[in-house]
Antibody, heavy 121, light 111 residues
Framework: QVQLVQSGSELKKPGASVKVSCKAS????????MNWVRQAPGQGLEWMGW????????TYAQGFTGRFVFSLDTSVSTAYLQISSLKAEDTAVYYC??????????????WGQGTLVTVSS | QSVLTQPPSASGTPGQRVTISCSGS????????VYWYQQLPGTAPKLLIY???QRPSGVPDRFSGSKSGTSASLAISGLRSEDEADYYC????????????FGGGTKLTVL
């Protein structure tokens, strides 16, 4: 069965960096794009962008350029989200979500359990 | 401010039928499919409806989706206590080189 397992919660100081992992299993990792979605405390869902798991080419949504980097390690079927120069407003749960339908930004059919990133001094 | 508009809350009693609306524009709902996600308290979202009105395997037929023009609706019949959750609509938006947009979410309370 398809599973996306994310790394654990992180507590970081402002200005630091964080790398969130999303390990996939139960399907061919390089056949489906991976999306990243943010959910701030008590707020709704916000699409951050997606990465083509075959080519490694990332696409970032408006508002998620510069400090946000999507990457892959296909040898271990894992996608990564790195955020640098962390700010308090980056405090949120970050989800990876598989794109249904191949390496295109299709809808999200399977989600990771989420990773809480807290930015506080 | 979410691109898609949903009511912040909805409620119903067990056994009742409730509907949740989702309003968009010609660049999203008007020209693309609508999707619905259910987020139970403290958990990740789960795909509930895809391509306007299709249910993934395992989703009860109490859940149904519809779309008309630039609006969509999620209906839940035979309401159960375990349906208490946040519900989000989503659609691809053709503006800004293409992007996924969500509604702000509707918190469903089963009274």
């Amino acid at each position: 069965q398809v599973q996306l397992v994310q790394s654990g919660s992180e507590l970081k100081k402002p200005g630091a960096s964080v790398k969130v992992s999303c390990k996939a299993s139960g399907y061919t990792f390089t056949s489906y794009a991976m999306n990243w979605v943010r959910q701030a405390p008590g707020q709704g869902l916000e699409w951050m962008g997606w990465i083509n798991t075959n080519t490694g080419n990332p696409t970032y949504a408006q508002g998620f350029t510069g400090r946000f980097v999507f990457s892959l390690d296909t040898s271990v079927s894992t996608a990564y989200l790195q955020i640098s120069s962390l700010k308090a407003e980056d405090t949120a749960v970050y989800y990876c979500a598989r794109a249904n339908g191949g390496n295109i930004p299709a809808h999200f059919d399977y989600w990771g359990q989420g990773t809480l990133v807290t930015v506080s001094s | 401010q979410s691109v898609l508009t949903q009511p912040p809350s909805a409620s119903g009693t067990p056994g009742q039928r409730v509907t949740i609306s989702c309003s968009g524009s010609s660049s999203n709902i008007g020209s693309n499919y609508v999707y619905w996600y259910q987020q139970l308290p403290g958990t990740a979202p789960k795909l509930l409806i895809y391509r306007n009105n299709q249910r993934p395997s395992g989703v009860p037929d109490r859940f149904s989706g519809s779309k008309s023009g630039t609006s969509a609706s999620l209906a839940i019949s035979g309401l159960r206590s375990e349906d208490e959750a946040d519900y989000y609509c989503a659609a691809w938006d053709d503006s800004l080189s293409g992007r996924w947009v969500f509604g702000g979410g509707t918190k469903l309370t089963v009274l």
